[in-house]
């Protein structure tokens, strides 16, 4: 058992290491993002996207720098606070909000283990057994980072399960992997929760699972921390088929998206990258567009 926990974990963080870097780059190839209201053609051209005479490039930059400051905290407070879907209904804004604590907090102890498993291993058991100050405070945030995620994660998720269930718009168009996404989470935060009450109250032995795998000497563990340290690695290997990675495309909705601002000059970066993009040939038809035509035909066409 313990030699299927080990590899099972070594593969769980070689794939969402690799599923999640094959995505993050998937998103910066993907096409620019055209802003027309912001890229008229105000200089007269004709070339199928507009180019921002010197004095529109001034006002945009001018622009730009003065809600730099504002939309850094608009996107800094939607990572903390989730403003947006406040709007949406306070209660949905609760259980979604306690749920995402619990799913950071989660990340936050797993990386607190990892780490404080490297460091036992780099200065031979002196993280884990010696008695400074500094390691006390690490084992404290280590336990409460463990107990803030399981206990928020059990009621979080517990709560959107309910919630989109009784909902009848949510639950229409929620997909099944998010409810199993549920009740995941749910088993990992309980699991955890009655291994800290009942057999490893300062999560030791599972950093001391971290420990086996770095030194490549798998340990043997009860069947409880089997179970939470199985549940975890499932965990890991289901969250790239989940919108889990909004945490990161978050940032290119906020800046390639919603706040890009970059300038369309003659010459630019930005010009050969719509140039390429309005030489591919449209992929759908409609009555006001030819067959076979490309994005540059379409829009010049008067039709």
């Keep these: 058992m313990d030699i299927f926990l080990a590899l099972f974990t070594y593969f769980a963080y070689v794939f969402i290491i690799a599923a999640y870097t094959a995505k993050f780059i998937l998103y910066l190839r993907l096409p620019v993002h055209l802003r027309w209201e912001l890229f008229t053609a105000t200089d007269g051209g004709n070339s199928g996207h507009g180019h921002l005479n010197p004095e529109g490039l001034k006002r945009l930059v001018s622009w730009s ?49 990892i780490t404080m498993a490297v460091g ?4 031979d058991n002196q993280p884990l057994l010696a008695p400074e100050p500094e390691v006390g405070i690490l084992i404290a945030v280590r336990i409460t980072l463990g107990v803030l995620s399981f206990a928020t994660g059990i009621f979080g998720n517990i709560g959107l399960f309910l ?15 998010t409810f199993i996404g549920y009740c995941l989470t749910i088993a990992i935060s309980t699991s955890g929760f009655i291994l800290w009450l009942t057999s490893d109250p300062r999560f030791s032995q599972y950093v001391y699972f971290f420990v086996g795998l770095i030194k490549l000497q798998p340990i043997e563990v009860s069947n409880l921390l089997g179970l939470f340290i199985l549940l975890n690695a499932f965990h890991l290997v289901y969250l790239p088929f989940t919108p889990g990675f909004h945490y990161i495309t978050r940032a290119f909705a906020f800046f390639g998206l919603r706040w890009d601002v970059r300038p369309n000059v003659r010459g630019g970066n930005l010009e050969k990258k719509i140039s390429r993009i ?7 038809s409609a009555p006001h567009i030819k067959p076979g035509q490309t994005w540059e035909e379409a829009a010049k066409d008067r039709r």
């Excluded at 809600?67 to 979604?96: A, D, I, T």
């Excluded at 036992?120 to 200065?123: I, Y």
């Excluded at 919630?163 to 992997?177: C, D, F, K, S, V």
Aim: charged share 15%.
């Design 278 to 284: 309005m030489k591919e040939k449209l992929t759908w």
């Design 163 to 177: 919630y989109r269930i009784n909902n009848r718009n949510l639950r229409l168009y929620t997909p099944p992997l």
């Design 65 to 113: 720098n003065t809600k730099w400051s504002r939309n850094l905290w608009s996107f800094v407070k939607e990572y903390l606070w989730f403003p947006s879907y406040l709007s949406h209904g306070r209660v949905y804004w609760l259980v979604l909000y306690i749920a995402h604590v619990g799913f950071i907090g989660l990340i936050l102890f797993q990386f607190t283990c």
């Design 120 to 123: 036992n291993v780099l200065w």
